[in-house]
């Protein structure tokens, strides 16, 4: 992995419109956030940001992967010495940057100087790295952007499950927080809240390994076995 990929992956996303996706859907979130009393645009803040590395890395990084098979870029990757997987991680870490880039303009249209960037950072990698090589994962599966659409529903509930502890984890029974904790999200939305509000440091933790553990578990036991049956295709 060196600078001339990550430039020409950027390339790419900005190609396919991706780039200026983020950033319409960062003016749009920011209009939202300025309608809102402060109250209640900073208890929805922390979502907003969670949900550009969660939910646009997830869905971006498989219509890029199902672009990329479409146009023949992904199957010349097993005529060349760049191993698919480290291509694939590059798209990861280039959708984490335009997330956070996202996130902090967001962030700064609402509260000014009045957050903290390293856990917004943090929360990209956290957020970004297991689902965008989820959605990778499912892109490779269902080869084509309308099946992926259709085909990552579900994982798009499991993904969203923290979101809902978060808004109304105390409606809900004991069991459903649980649940949330186990989603690969988990973990970056701990992060998103303490770019805005003190997170105890033992959740911090939990939050980075178990971003960790799911990131390593989906690139080991879902990612590798979905590039080796597009290599056979």
């Excluded at 646009?56 to 760049?82: H, W």
């Excluded at 509260?111 to 989820?134: I, K």
């Amino acid at each position: 992995m060196n600078a001339a990929l990550f430039a020409a992956d950027l390339r790419l996303l900005w190609r396919h419109g991706f780039a200026i996706a983020y950033l319409v859907v960062a003016v749009l979130y920011a209009a939202a956030l300025s309608a809102l009393p402060r109250a209640w645009a900073d208890a929805v803040l922390p979502v907003l940001a969670w949900s550009d590395p969660t939910f646009f890395c997830f869905f971006f990084a498989g219509a890029s992967v199902c672009l990329d098979l479409a146009q023949g870029t992904f199957r010349s990757l097993f005529a060349s010495p760049l191993r698919p997987s480290a291509y694939l991680i590059v798209k990861a870490l280039d959708l984490g940057i335009l997330s956070f880039a996202m996130a902090a303009l967001v962030s700064a249209s609402s509260r000014g100087a009045g957050f903290r960037l390293w856990p917004l950072a943090v929360s990209a990698v956290a957020g970004g790295a297991p689902t965008a090589l989820l959605g990778a994962t499912l892109a490779l599966r269902l080869k084509s952007v309308n099946r992926f659409m259709m085909g990552s529903i579900p994982a798009f509930l499991v993904l969203a499950l923290p979101a809902v502890q978060y808004a109304a984890g105390r409606y809900l029974p004991p069991w459903f927080g649980l649940v949330a904790d186990l989603s690969p999200g988990d973990g970056s939305l701990a992060f998103a809240r303490a770019a805005y509000t003190p997170v105890p440091a033992g959740e911090l933790a939990l939050g980075a390994l178990a971003a960790a553990a799911w990131t390593v578990a989906i690139a080991r036991f879902a990612l590798a076995p979905a590039v080796n049956a597009a290599r056979g295709d």
